[in-house]
């Protein structure tokens, strides 16, 4: 009998969608764990998107955005954007904070679950997913080639202000053209897991110990969690800071994947202040894999600090 998984890997990965998928490197299965309280805390790689390197600041000055780039190791006009998925254990529950990219977006991401069983963990047993937003490569990942749930007893939650954008009846009147398969694949997977999804408002407990800050721009009800509590806590901030370098040194630029330009950069800026006030720990979904570090003051402004 042919199993799914070898028909599946018999079919390949279905290439996508408009940005180049040159630059493509073997995916890494990297993951990398800490202590936060009693939860137990680890990234696992979806793979990494591959953009082109105009879009991570389109209005800023070209030799200085080059400059940026070059800080952060990116060269050239193509660059490779890492995918760090969370994974909180808290003993009772396995939560991923996110779930990739799936088999339609591009074929250097969609890594996640073979991520996840190369370290043994097993994706009937995550009990719950909070999605931070729902851009591709955070939530294509909810359905596989075959649409069955990627993680089929899971509970899910997004904020309410985000569902409210994707599932409106009038949503592409509100995005550029060019992302309007963001519309069509966000409605794809939110329908997929609907009998089993709760829409939450941040600025409060979602759980214990896991609070949803409100992080609104980069998608209009954007949150990220917050993870334990006081100098301990760690903050899983999803798309809110995307850039080692560009959103740390120079949050004012505006990335072309920021829905709400004026309103990300706001966003960035409060939260920079507070992790560089508070010491908090920090895992991004874009940086530098695995995703993990804190924020240090430099000058009046902040730089981002791999610890
Ligand atoms: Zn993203």
Redo the contacts with the bound molecule.
């Keep these: 009998m042919i199993d799914r998984r070898t028909l599946l890997a018999a079919a390949g990965t279905t290439a996508l969608l408009g940005w180049p998928a040159h630059a493509a490197k073997p995916a890494s299965t990297k993951s990398s764990s800490i202590k936060v309280g009693s939860f137990k805390v680890t990234t696992f790689t979806d793979g990494h998107?591959s953009l082109p390197a105009s879009m991570s600041a389109p209005k800023a000055d070209a030799a200085a955005r080059t400059a940026a780039l070059k800080a952060a190791g990116q060269h050239g006009a193509t660059v490779a954007?890492p995918?760090n998925v969370t994974l909180i254990e808290t003993g009772k529950d396995k939560i991923l904070v996110?779930v990739g990219s799936g088999p339609r977006f591009m074929e250097t991401a969609g890594k996640l679950v073979e991520s996840l069983e190369t370290a043994g963990i097993d994706p009937e047993k995550i009990t719950k997913i909070i999605y931070?937003?729902a851009?591709?490569?955070?939530i294509w990942g909810t359905v596989n080639d075959f649409d069955e749930l990627s993680f089929p007893n899971a509970a899910y939650y997004i904020s309410e202000a985000e569902w409210n954008f994707w599932m409106a009846k009038d949503v592409l009147t509100k995005l550029p053209k060019e992302n309007h398969g963001f519309a069509v694949g966000a409605q794809r997977n939110l329908k997929a897991v609907k009998a089993q999804l709760t829409t939450i408002k941040p600025g409060k407990e979602l759980l214990p110990g896991i609070n949803v800050l409100s992080t609104p721009g980069?998608t209009p009800g954007h949150i990220s969690l917050e993870i334990g509590s006081d100098k301990e806590a760690i903050v899983v901030l999803?798309?809110a800071l995307?850039h080692p370098v560009i959103s740390f040194e120079h949050p004012n630029w505006q990335p072309a994947?920021d829905q709400q330009p004026d309103k990300a950069v706001a966003t960035r800026n409060q939260l920079l202040d507070k992790l560089a006030t508070d010491n908090n720990r920090i895992i991004g979904?874009?940086l530098p894999v695995p995703g993990l570090g804190i924020v240090e003051r430099q000058g009046t402004g902040f730089k981002f600090n791999q610890a």
């Design positions: 998107l954007s995918l996110d931070t937003h851009h591709p490569d955070h980069h999803g798309d995307t994947n979904y874009h």
